[in-house]
């Protein structure tokens, strides 16, 4: 994240495609859905995850569903923009897993990356591997899962990284029970996110003492931009120290909601970084929290103090769903194989 240069070049096929944080994806043909399957021994369609990507004819309107069968599949995956409604459903986050272990650059380092609109996922690990095992940190971004399209959800799924673990970007997504790992900056991008009930787990004190990392770094560019994140009812713990967020952007939004948040925070909680002079235009907000790391008292002068009415338009689940996308996704229970 640190090559601002480098991600905007790469993200010139997500400007494309969505060149305002008020586009929206038209939704998937309702009712049947196709199932193919992924097992790495060899008993299913296919034996990568790739592969089935591969086999969605462009311009797909139609759910299909890409079961995945318990594995580590060691390969970078990636839904380019022209393959929509695709439904990824694992076994579980501890039992499938899609792992790489690329770095250096930010927008190619990605063991998962989705550009298409109308994604879900459940019930898998996405996992970056480069310097996971290493007592000392490499400052290098390494991002296990990009997201850049419209109307994305993940349920129960889990994030593994240490720097930029999550790009979150443009459009509108919703994480469910999740598991987030990181250190620094590892929730990140300019999505229009609401995080419900997921596990933010801080990994900063496996690398020494003294360092400071930061939970989020959300990048909103104009005050007219409606994205930002959204953490509700969430759990944060962890070893280490790190803030809630500092801005990737001039108008940086983040707020956390009704959260059990651990002394893992620093005691001032966010960090202006570059935007030092800009921090009226930030909306940081912290509401209704409990834990030895919700204690405000000694928080930067600068954090929102948003009215009730302000603060439930990001709270509402339409904030996101204003169109009620989420309704029309697949059952995410439905084992049913329709051919």
Same mark, same amino acid.
Not at 8 to 23: A, K, M, T, W, Y
Not at 160 to 189: M, P, V
Not at 259 to 267: D, L, R
Not at 308 to 330: C, M, R, T
């Given at each position: ?38 097992? &790495? ?36 995956? !990636? ?48 996992? &970056? ?37 999550? +790009?979150? @970007? ?8 999740? *598991? ?64 809630? @967020?500092?801005? +990737? ?15 893992? &925070?620093?005691?001032?909680? +966010?960090?202006?970084?570059? *935007? ?48 009620? +996308? ?11 194989? !329709?051919?």
């Amino acid at each position: 994240m640190k090559n601002l240069c480098l991600i905007l070049i790469g993200g010139v096929v997500l400007l494309l495609h969505c060149s305002s944080s008020d586009c929206e994806a038209s939704d998937c043909q309702p009712n049947t859905i196709n199932t193919i399957t992924v097992d &790495i021994s060899g008993h299913g369609n296919f034996t990568s995850v790739q592969t089935a990507i591969d086999s969605v004819p462009e311009g797909n309107t139609q759910w299909i569903r890409i079961q995945i069968s318990p594995g580590t599949y060691r390969e970078k995956v !990636a839904i380019p923009v022209n393959k929509s409604c695709i439904f990824l459903d694992g076994a579980g986050r501890k039992l499938t897993s899609i792992e790489w272990g690329d770095h250096e650059e930010t927008d190619t380092s990605a063991t998962f990356t989705s550009y298409s609109d109308n994604i879900v996922a459940k019930g898998i690990k996405f996992k &970056i591997g480069f310097n996971l095992m290493k007592r000392r940190l490499i400052r290098k971004q390494a991002v296990s899962a990009r997201i850049v399209g419209d109307k994305c959800a993940f349920y129960e799924c889990g994030f593994i990284g240490i720097q930029d673990t999550l +790009w979150d @970007g443009k459009g509108r997504h919703y994480f469910n029970a999740c *598991y987030i790992e990181g250190s620094i900056d590892f929730i990140f991008g300019d999505g229009q996110s609401i995080y419900e009930k997921c596990e933010i787990s801080i990994t900063m004190g496996r690398y020494g003492p003294g360092l400071i990392g930061s939970i989020t770094a959300q990048r909103k560019e104009q005050p007219q931009d409606t994205n930002g994140f959204v953490f509700k009812n969430c759990n944060i713990s962890g070893i280490g120290k790190v803030d809630l @967020g500092r801005p +990737w952007g001039p108008y940086s939004t983040v707020v956390f909601y009704n959260s059990s948040i651990s002394n893992v &925070i620093t005691p001032e909680g +966010w960090n202006a970084w570059d *935007y030092v002079g800009h921090e009226a235009n930030f909306t940081y907000v912290e509401k209704d929290n409990e834990g030895a790391g919700a204690n405000t008292s000694k928080r930067v002068p600068w954090i929102n103090k948003l009215g009730e009415n302000e603060v439930y338009k990001f709270l509402d689940i339409s904030y996101i769903n204003g169109d009620g +996308w989420l309704a029309k996704i697949p059952d995410l229970n439905s084992t049913k194989i !329709a051919l």
